[in-house]
């Protein structure tokens, strides 16, 4: 494996990080599914409180999975994946290239 390999490989740990856990595959595929939501109204859909949702997208907006848009007060959070998808094409060719 390449030094390219590797280094694509440690940029998409917090990207591996984020969607190993079950809560937030949930948002994601909730986000998926509606569009834009608030907190509240994800929190409706899961078994978690609203401290623990808010945990979780924050984690997801750090790996820049999600964004954020404020209208007035409430917070709106919606799937960013065109960066994270991209990375991983970029990972998958490199190893594709240098491994196989």
Do not use: W
């Amino acid at each position: 494996m390449g030094k390219q390999a590797i280094e694509l490989l440690r940029a998409c740990i917090p990207t591996f990080q984020t969607l190993s856990e079950p809560h937030r595959q949930d948002i994601l595929l909730l986000l998926s599914e509606n569009g834009k939501m608030t907190v509240n109204a994800i929190t409706e859909h899961l078994v978690l409180s609203r401290p623990a949702v808010s945990h979780h997208l924050k984690l997801l907006k750090n790996a820049g999975v999600v964004q954020l848009e404020q209208r007035g007060t409430e917070h709106h959070y919606f799937l960013a994946l065109d960066h994270s998808i991209q990375l991983l094409k970029n990972l998958v060719t490199t190893l594709e290239r240098d491994c196989l």
